[in-house]
């Protein structure tokens, strides 16, 4: 199931995701310090693709810790009553506080992202773990960042892709995604190029257009979405497109992640 991450421990959800990076990624992979950065990034929105039965499991082992908390802070009834006349929160209190914390990481097969500022959505990084492959793991989370992105107002999104992985140029392209242009060497260190892409989530209003019209247009965008297939990442990579056969693509390195505007430049050779 797809999710948000707020809900989760930051600190092991942020060591698990620069786990996958690693395996997927090679030394293109984002570190930890980088990943922990673009989560907690100005205008980020991520999901996790997680077990169904994660999000139940990881509650309960929040609540038995709240628990605990409480036993082991049960016996302090002096200290609890002298907190309490100085009008402070009490060890009790706090345990209590403590069942509304984070609830520890579940496992995460796959995890993307995106970055809205306000006109166009940039995709940052999609990626699934080896083992859960080929079950469409990475298409429902690019649909479900598209609709979002749809909702939160952008006009497009944008992505960069390497031009020799061609199970996420499937994806794009069954999507809708077109190609724009080719950025040489963006991928470091490797110095591969990137194609870069765009699917457009406005319908273009042509004279005096119809609402009808234009509600149809916005509604074929999203059939051609549900149509798609829900295995469309099963194709293994060619040559050696990712140091494994991960699907999805590693939009930025982190120094072009810092630097970057989110906007392709005038100089993207068509």
Known sequence: MITGIDAFDRDVLVGRIAQLERELFGRGAWSEEAVREELSAPARTYVIDIPDDAVSSAAADASNAASRNVTD?????????????????TPAEQAMASTSQTAPAPPIRGYAGY????DDAELMTIGVGEEYQRQGIANRMLRWLI???????ARRMLLEVRIDNEPALSLYHQLGFTRLGLRRRYYQPENIDAYTMSLELRPHIVGFQTMHAARSHTDSIGNAMSESCDNLDSRGTTGQAMTTTAIGTHMMNRETNRLTTG?????EER
């Open 73 to 89: 802070t049960a016996e302090a009834t002096d200290v609890t009553a002298a907190a309490a006349g100085a009008g402070q929160a």
């Open 115 to 118: 970055w809205y500022d306000g």
């Open 147 to 153: 609709e979002d992105a749809r909702m939160r107002g």
């Open 263 to 267: 906007r392709m430049q005038k100089e």
